[in-house]
């Protein structure tokens, strides 16, 4: 299982260009190693998981700029950010690939070890060996784990954290004299909260659940239960101040601000849908349709298992599962599966337990075959871009721009496959609404920008709207839903339309070379964004008026 995760995930990111936040990760972490201060992401991020992601850029020995470092440090927080990223990824003395690969490889291998063996672990205790080794098949074969572990990111480290302070406090708990694993559960625990500010919770989490057993357990040895309870606290707040290089400070103003915006809302599309203050279905809605329908199935047989052999040590599943997942549904911060990313690492134990339960039941084999076999089916449809994956009842792949926009599966990481959808067409130039910060002149794409959304300016690739042989328009798929446009119907023309190709399931290429209608709707598109040259090239393509007023409702 572990080989088919490595392959899967390599598989992966040879196929992806940089996510939207990769870069920013990338250019704080090795800015913390550098100066010894994480103060560049320090609103947005804890520093432990992106300092990992940059451990094996320090072999390389990337330029850090420190003038644009010290202009980002004064600049206004996210344009200094992202501009200093840009900077740092694409204009370094090492090619942006090696670097941004060299921290993918990394991540993977680290977190994706590290979690499994963290949920083979809790499986076991909990259930059996069989269930540890299903657990883990559960967490590996997961496509959005297979993504997310891939990507230099913060989402895989505080998962594997807060699964691994479960575990140590569930050993805790039940050993006579288990200090050790309390320290094991604190020092777990800091390492969490200094990946992500969401992990917040597991410092009051796991004290609650020893003060819980003590009071079950007749009250007996207080002084054992305070000991535990301040080792705890003691290796959190040491793993915590240790990431922060001592400087615990900052972590509390991240926090609040992280806080913030968690109630503020943020623009987000889910199956037509454009909560902006959050609702309380996205999660669950995300979790049906990206997940395939043998581990649903194994997450629900393990709730039944879980429910009816319930005793206090499965409260260490469940607490910290529902800890997370219960105040997820009220967050105004809906961007994808991977903001629920630890509670898929707890539900892959729920799923061992669930699949060893089933497998015992002659009943269930052939189900669970015909579930396997289909995982299979929908696994390799979707290879290598593990992020836009869907299951079966969702319409697979090809239909996710339809249900869900942003990371849940166009986080900027198509322009690569667009490349290559480019390159065999023979390399034409294209107009690109983009959604991302990838640069696609990187990767040889040459484009006209339209209606692009980044936090990086840009230019084009030297394409000449008026010049093209053929009209090719390309489009993010969160772009096309119009998540972050004030007009949000800005593409709804060209819903109907089929694309000549699809670039990672992410953008979406439209040929639109002898279509009248469509090439009057680009126009009206061109028009609203005060580009009239191009708008009156591509009425006159169409067999119309080339100054024609907008058409009505735009």
Same mark, same amino acid.
């Given at each position: 299982?572990?080989?088919?995760?490595?392959?899967?995930?390599?598989?992966?990111?040879?196929?992806?260009?940089?996510?939207?936040?990769? %870069?920013?990760?990338?250019?704080?972490?090795?800015?913390?190693?550098?100066?010894?201060?994480?103060?560049?992401?320090?609103? $947005?991020?804890?520093?432990?998981?992106?300092?990992?992601?940059?451990?094996?850029?320090?072999?390389?020995?990337?330029?850090?700029?420190?003038?644009?470092?010290?202009?980002?440090?004064?600049?206004?927080?996210?344009?200094?950010?992202?501009?200093?990223?840009?900077?740092?990824?694409?204009?370094?003395?090492?090619?942006?690939?090696?670097?941004?690969?060299?921290?993918?490889?990394?991540?993977?291998?680290?977190?994706?070890?590290?979690?499994?063996?963290?949920?083979?672990?809790?499986?076991?205790?909990?259930?059996?060996?069989?269930?540890?080794?299903?657990?883990?098949?559960?967490?590996?074969?997961?496509?959005?784990?297979?993504?997310?572990?891939?990507?230099?990111?913060?989402?895989?480290?505080?998962?594997?954290?807060?699964?691994?302070?479960?575990?140590?406090?569930?050993?805790?708990?039940?050993?006579?004299?288990?200090?050790?694993?309390?320290?094991?559960?604190?020092?777990?625990?800091?390492?969490?909260?200094?990946?992500?500010?969401?992990?917040?919770?597991?410092?009051?989490?796991? %004290?609650?659940?020893?003060?819980?057993?003590?009071?079950?357990?007749?009250?007996?040895?207080?002084?054992?239960?305070?000991?535990?309870?301040?080792?705890?606290?003691?290796?959190?707040?040491?793993?915590?101040?240790?990431?922060?290089?001592?400087?615990?400070?900052?972590?509390?103003?991240?926090?609040?601000?992280?806080?913030?915006?968690?109630?503020?809302?943020?623009?987000?599309?889910?199956?037509?849908?454009?909560?902006?203050?959050?609702?309380?279905?996205?999660?669950?809605?995300?979790?049906?349709?990206?997940?395939?329908?043998?581990?649903?199935?194994?997450?629900?047989?393990?709730?039944?298992?879980?429910?009816?052999?319930?005793?206090?040590?499965?409260?260490?599943?469940?607490?910290?599962?529902?800890?997370?997942?219960?105040?997820?549904?009220?967050?105004?911060?809906?961007?994808?599966?991977?903001?629920?990313?630890?509670?898929?690492?707890?539900?892959?134990?729920?799923?061992?337990?669930?699949?060893?339960?089933?497998?015992?039941?002659?009943?269930?084999?052939?189900?669970?075959?015909?579930?396997?076999?289909?995982?299979?089916?929908?696994?390799?449809?979707?290879?290598?871009?593990?992020?836009?994956?869907?299951?079966? %009842?969702?319409?697979?792949?090809?239909?996710?721009?339809?249900?869900?926009?942003?990371?849940?599966? $166009?986080?900027?990481?198509?322009?690569?496959?667009?490349?290559?959808?480019?390159?065999?067409?023979?390399?034409?130039?294209?107009?690109?609404?983009?959604?991302?910060?990838?640069?696609?002149?990187?990767?040889?794409?040459?484009?006209?920008?339209?209606?692009?959304?980044?936090?990086?300016?840009?230019?084009?690739?030297?394409?000449?709207?008026?010049?093209?042989?053929?009209?090719?328009?390309?489009?993010?798929?969160?772009?096309?839903?119009?998540?972050?446009?004030?007009?949000?119907?800005?593409?709804?023309?060209?819903?109907?339309?089929?694309?000549?190709?699809?670039?990672?399931?992410?953008?979406?290429?439209? $040929?639109?070379?002898?279509?009248?209608?469509?090439?009057?709707?680009?126009?009206?598109?061109?028009?609203?964004?005060?580009?009239?040259?191009?708008?009156?090239?591509?009425?006159?393509?169409?067999?119309?008026?080339?100054?024609?007023?907008?058409?009505?409702?735009?």
């Amino acid at each position: 299982m572990l080989a088919l995760h490595f392959w899967a995930g390599l598989s992966f990111i040879r196929a992806s260009s940089a996510a939207y936040d990769e %870069p920013v990760h990338l250019a704080s972490g090795y800015a913390g190693l550098a100066t010894g201060s994480h103060f560049l992401n320090v609103l $947005d991020h804890p520093p432990l998981a992106e300092t990992a992601a940059a451990l094996p850029l320090l072999a390389l020995g990337p330029d850090i700029f420190p003038g644009a470092l010290k202009a980002a440090a004064q600049a206004p927080y996210h344009r200094g950010l992202f501009a200093y990223a840009d900077l740092f990824l694409n204009r370094n003395k090492v090619p942006a690939e090696k670097l941004l690969n060299a921290a993918r490889y990394f991540s993977l291998a680290l977190w994706s070890l590290l979690g499994a063996a963290a949920v083979f672990f809790l499986a076991r205790e909990l259930h059996s060996p069989a269930a540890g080794l299903l657990a883990a098949a559960a967490l590996l074969l997961n496509p959005a784990v297979i993504s997310n572990n891939a990507l230099a990111g913060t989402d895989a480290a505080p998962s594997v954290f807060y699964a691994w302070t479960a575990l140590f406090g569930l050993l805790a708990a039940g050993a006579k004299r288990g200090r050790l694993y309390a320290a094991l559960a604190g020092a777990a625990a800091g390492c969490a909260m200094a990946s992500k500010f969401s992990m917040f919770i597991a410092g009051p989490l796991v %004290p609650a659940l020893w003060l819980a057993g003590w009071l079950a357990g007749g009250r007996k040895e207080p002084r054992e239960l305070l000991l535990r309870v301040l080792l705890f606290a003691g290796a959190a707040f040491m793993a915590l101040a240790a990431a922060y290089n001592f400087e615990p400070a900052p972590y509390w103003d991240g926090l609040a601000a992280s806080l913030g915006k968690l109630s503020a809302g943020r623009a987000s599309f889910a199956a037509g849908v454009y909560p902006q203050n959050g609702a309380w279905w996205y999660f669950p809605f995300v979790l049906a349709v990206k997940t395939p329908l043998l581990l649903l199935a194994a997450y629900a047989a393990g709730a039944v298992y879980c429910a009816r052999n319930f005793s206090l040590k499965w409260a260490w599943l469940a607490a910290p599962l529902l800890a997370y997942f219960l105040p997820a549904l009220n967050s105004g911060l809906l961007l994808g599966i991977r903001h629920i990313l630890p509670v898929i690492y707890l539900l892959s134990v729920l799923a061992g337990a669930g699949l060893a339960w089933l497998a015992g039941k002659k009943a269930w084999r052939p189900a669970l075959a015909a579930l396997a076999a289909l995982m299979a089916f929908g696994l390799a449809r979707a290879h290598p871009h593990y992020l836009g994956y869907f299951n079966e %009842p969702a319409g697979g792949p090809a239909a996710g721009w339809r249900l869900l926009a942003d990371s849940n599966l $166009d986080w900027g990481q198509g322009v690569k496959a667009l490349a290559r959808g480019l390159e065999s067409e023979g390399s034409p130039p294209v107009i690109l609404s983009y959604f991302g910060t990838a640069r696609p002149e990187n990767y040889g794409v040459r484009y006209f920008p339209l209606a692009t959304v980044s936090n990086i300016p840009l230019a084009g690739g030297g394409a000449d709207v008026c010049a093209m042989e053929r009209v090719l328009l390309a489009v993010s798929a969160t772009n096309l839903q119009g998540v972050y446009y004030s007009r949000r119907g800005l593409f709804n023309w060209l819903k109907k339309e089929k694309p000549a190709f699809s670039a990672g399931y992410s953008i979406l290429v439209y $040929d639109l070379t002898a279509r009248r209608g469509p090439l009057e709707e680009l126009a009206g598109v061109f028009d609203l964004l005060a580009l009239k040259k191009e708008a009156a090239c591509l009425r006159s393509r169409a067999g119309g008026n080339p100054t024609a007023p907008l058409p009505a409702g735009k």
